[in-house]
Each structure stands twice: as C-alpha cells, then as structure tokens.
T-cell receptor
C-alpha cells in the first residue's frame, strides 16, 4: 500500500537531548513537509523540501533541523535549542505535478519532554 | 500572505442534525477540508480548485465556495456519531513548494 509512515508513534525525550523523527513515503512524491500541531493552534509549518538535497524553513523552524538525502525520506531532528518541543508532529507529502496542492499525511508522532 | 480563519473552536450537534462548519479564506484559489480523529493524521474530505462551486467529498460531506463572502463552509445534512473529530480548513497555491496554510480547527462533538 502506498502511503506515509511516521515513526515512532510516541517519543519521550529528556531535556537537553536531540531526537529524530522519521518520515518515509512510497508515493513517489516530490515534496515533503513537517508540521507541528498544538491544541488550539492548528498546524504550523516547520520545514519543507521540494527536491532531494534541498529544503526551506517554514514558519517555526527555530530549534529544528531536517535533511533530504533520499526522495522517500525526510527526517526531522528536534534539537535542544527548541524551548517547547512537546507537541504532535505531522509529516506530509505532495506530488507537485499538475498543479495539485493536495497533501497526504502520516499518522503523526507525539513527542513529550520529560 | 495566505490566511484562513475558522471562527468556531467547538461545535456540538445532535446525531441526525445538520452541520455547517465555517471557513473564511484570504486571496487563494485552492481550498481544502481535512478531518482528524484523536491522535491520528489528517484525512482529506474534499478540495476545491476551480469549476463547480459546490464540491462533494467523502463521508457525505460537501462544501460551497462563495467568492463574494470569501467562504468555504463545510456541510453535512445528517451527522453521525462517528463524525466527532477535529476539522481543519486549509488554503494553498501552486508554486513555492505548494505549501498549505491551516486554520486553527473546529472540534465537533456529536450528542447521541
């Protein structure tokens, strides 16, 4: 089945540690995105990538880093510089072809700082 | 900048009643409604790019694009208990990575 897989589903981090969230897609989509979701704030864009080895900051990139070494993969690292990392993180992808802006989402990773 | 507003944070309806969730957008032609069950990802309900302003989606939902009111409200004639979830309106445009901007969401509660 084609889709987007995020892992792990739940992640606990101690303060001061970096953690990496995984996102893999087998939809052959060009673009991939990371969103952060907090109660009452909707989804906010952290980073996005339109092509391998290239990515751009979104609205709330501070304290996060990404890489896009393969088309299928777009891991997100939450660094110790992120002051309030506890949130629900969603990865998405988009084909970028035919003017289609529909995004497909993974099931999310809930990160909790302990 | 793109903008999208969902004025209602919470809505409660009785099962079997009709539903309308409001969404107001800025200057963008591409509109979406997504639904999210607790702890899950987002599922696309419907989308509007151009053409017929009344759009049919999955699970019996529809939405109407009204340019004069800058609205794209989501409707369902008869709500089922399983429709309880959070609903997000989103706007997008081609180019610049085809990013989507989301509203803050409307939490729907269905009373039996």
């Amino acid at each position: 089945d084609g889709g987007i897989t995020q892992s792990p589903k739940y992640l606990f981090r101690k303060e001061g540690q970096n953690v990496t969230l995984s996102c893999e897609q087998n939809l052959n989509h060009d673009a991939m995105y990371w969103y952060r979701q907090d109660p009452g704030q909707g989804l906010r864009l952290i980073y996005y990538s339109q092509i391998v080895n290239d990515f751009q900051k979104g609205d709330i990139a501070e304290g996060y880093s990404v890489s896009r070494e393969k088309k299928e993969s777009f891991p997100l690292t939450v660094t110790s510089a992120q002051k309030n990392p506890t949130a629900f993180y969603l990865c998405a992808s988009n084909t970028l072809r035919g003017g289609n802006t529909e995004a497909f989402f993974g099931q999310g990773t809930r990160l909790t700082v302990v | 900048a793109q903008s999208v507003t969902q004025p209602d944070i919470h809505i409660t309806v009785s099962e079997g009643a009709s539903l309308e969730l409001r969404c107001n957008y800025g200057a963008t032609p591409y509109l979406f409604w997504y639904v999210q069950s607790p702890g899950q990802g987002l599922q696309l309900l419907l989308k509007y790019f151009s053409g017929d302003t009344l759009v049919q989606g999955i699970k019996g939902f529809e939405a109407e694009f009204k340019r004069s009111q800058s609205s794209f409200n989501l409707r369902k004639p008869s709500v089922h208990w399983s429709d309880a979830a959070e609903y997000f309106c989103a706007v997008g445009f081609t180019g610049g990575g085809n990013k989507l901007t989301f509203g803050t969401g409307t939490q729907l509660k269905v009373e039996l």
